[in-house]
């Protein structure tokens, strides 16, 4: 499966936990980071099942938004970039 997932995490000012550093280093054992909150790639239906469930328990359900895309193939999406593609390393 080709995922795309973004997120957009509260302030910690508004929550009694900050909680972002554990969303992102889960995140990111699955998915390549191509912008600071978003995330690209490959992974099994397994991989994803396990993701979703973790992000459940660490995530704010009031504050927090974690938004997931599922496609069964990468090539049935089209990938532009107009800039710097981060997806090229800067990250790494």
């Given at each position: ?82 800039g710097v593609d981060k997806n090229e390393g800067i990250f790494w």
């Open positions: 499966m080709y995922i795309i997932l973004f997120y957009d995490i509260a302030d910690r000012s508004q929550k009694e936990r900050d909680n972002s550093r554990a969303i992102r280093k889960t995140v990111e054992k699955y998915l390549t980071r191509v912008q600071f909150s978003v995330f690209e790639g490959e992974m099994s239906p397994s991989d994803l099942k396990r993701l979703k469930a973790h992000l459940t328990k660490v995530a704010h359900k009031e504050l927090d938004s974690i938004v997931i895309y599922e496609s069964t193939r990468m090539n049935y999406t089209d990938r532009t970039v107009i």
